[in-house]
């Protein structure tokens, strides 16, 4: 296939999301392909999912002020924040290494490779039961020298745990979830609701005034909460103590953020959540389907508490297919869908290769953050409640779309080639160097006002008019 051209790409998305060709003429892309080392286009996919986040800021803008300004997105820049989490420093240090000794590959006893993803406790400690064995690789090895890939997979998502066998594209097009992922478009903007139009005022920012609910954990949907923080919304991230996080990603996607602790399985929880949500405009969301629905905060629910909300849902696998209500991450769609044996087979390699990023994690959470834009332009211009949809495995079906490019000799590069794109910051963790958004804009310059801070340092409330 021929190298993608990213303007194309971009122009596609905007009109997936209903938006006027016209806004087209104001963003500029420079830089080519390849940005990272990858058979995949993978800067493209960096460069046209943060363009069209900073595209739908911008149209927002013009919306509040009616004025239009220049969009402007190099393609490194881009690619280098897809890789946000590998660049983080805290007091000039990297921080700890937050993987467990036993994740990643194994050749199981009928010859094929599995990813088991054991970087969270619940999932490292149920694994080693479900396995038998003690907390070392070698011994899991011996184990799983015994085990079939697929019944590995079956009997860990049985147990709620998180491995996947490792397919190629034609597998993985076989399999009842690929059928269903196929026929899926890569987002879906639904309306559930009626709700009269709410305009947006003139202000400083295109979302200055926006409320966000997080509760999302790791990459993708930080990134989205992340992202609308970059734009002036208010995004309150919600946690609790009972639910495993990793550290650096809490640190690098925290920023702008405020964070506060709400456990859910109590009905004070509950009834604090409920207190917060009539003055949300967009509740944000990554539980597998149907999980936050059976503690009353489905997207219907929400909707009634809270007319003209913007309720956007991500998964793993997507939400229609016998996999919807799987667990997964980044690095484990990309070894079922095909990718990583593709990978792989490019670069030459005897064992499934990973892309270069979690460009899964990371084009999904600017997905995410465009179409709930695209969602809040629709309420200000003809009113409702809306639904927004993504997944994993819908965004890497349209990766692999997207096409292929020559990127394997490409440098990989390190921290000190990334200097240029750091910024220092304070924050409750330390002075950060933390890679900085990729995207220029004329008018409404993209920036954090509030630092990162450890989970739960806030009170659960909004805060105040202008207040930081």
């Not at 946000?84 to 290494?97: F, H, I, M, Q, T």
């Not at 990813?115 to 003690?134: E, F, S, V």
């Not at 184990?143 to 594209?169: H, I, K, P």
């Not at 999980?291 to 929400?302: N, S, Y």
């Amino acid at each position: 296939m021929p190298v993608p051209d990213p303007l194309h790409v971009l122009a596609g998305l905007w009109r997936a999301a209903g938006f006027d060709d016209a806004s087209l003429r104001d963003i500029t892309f420079t830089g080519s392909e390849p940005v990272l080392p990858s058979s995949f286009a993978v800067g493209t996919a960096a460069q046209a999912t943060i363009g069209a986040a900073a595209l739908a800021a911008a149209e927002l803008w013009r919306l509040r002020t009616g004025r239009r300004q220049g969009v402007g997105v190099n393609m490194r820049n881009a690619a280098v924040e897809f890789r946000s989490e590998r660049y983080l420093r805290v007091d000039g240090s990297a921080p700890e290494d937050h993987h467990d000794p036993i994740a990643g590959l194994y050749r199981c006893g009928d010859g094929r490779w599995a990813r088991l993803h054991t970087n969270l406790p619940h999932h490292c400690g149920g694994l080693l039961k479900l396995l038998g064995c003690d907390h070392d690789k070698e011994a899991v090895q011996r184990v799983l020298d015994g085990w079939q890939a697929e019944a590995l997979e079956s009997a860990a998502a049985e147990a709620g745990l998180v491995v996947t066998a490792c397919r190629s594209f034609a597998e993985w097009d076989r399999h009842p979830q690929g059928h269903a992922i196929a026929q899926l478009p890569l987002f879906r903007i639904e309306k559930i609701g009626d709700a009269p139009p709410e305009k947006l005022e003139a202000a400083e920012r295109p979302l200055s005034g926006v409320k966000a609910l997080d509760l999302t954990r790791i990459i993708a949907g930080p990134v989205c909460g992340r992202t609308l923080a970059a734009h002036g919304a208010d995004v309150l991230l919600v946690t609790a103590s009972h639910l495993a996080s990793m550290l650096p990603l809490v640190i690098d996607t925290g920023r702008g953020k405020l964070s506060a602790a709400i456990d859910l399985r109590e009905a004070d929880g509950r009834h604090t959540l409920s207190a917060l949500v009539p003055d949300a405009d967009v509740f944000v969301q990554g539980y597998r389907p149907g999980a936050l629905a059976a503690r009353g905060f489905g997207p219907h629910d929400v909707a009634h508490l809270r007319p003209g909300i913007i309720y956007a849902s991500l998964c793993a696998y997507g939400h229609d297919g016998p996999w919807a209500r799987r667990r997964g991450f980044d690095s484990l769609v990309q070894t079922a869908s095909g990718l990583n044996a593709a990978e792989a087979e490019a670069f030459a390699s005897r064992e499934p290769k990973p892309l270069p990023a979690q460009v899964l994690d990371h084009a999904t959470g600017y997905l995410l953050a465009f179409a709930v834009m695209a969602a809040l332009h629709r309420r200000a211009t003809e009113g409702g409640s809306w639904h927004v949809r993504v997944s994993l495995a819908q965004t890497g079906y349209w990766l692999r779309g997207l096409g292929r490019v020559d990127g394997m000799e490409c440098p990989d590069p390190g921290f000190d080639e990334v200097s240029d794109r750091l910024e220092q910051t304070p924050s409750g963790f330390g002075r950060l160097a933390a890679v900085r958004h990729a995207a220029e804009m004329s008018e409404t310059p993209s920036y954090w006002a509030r630092m990162s801070v450890p989970l739960g340092t806030h009170a659960a409330v909004w805060p105040r008019s202008g207040a930081l």
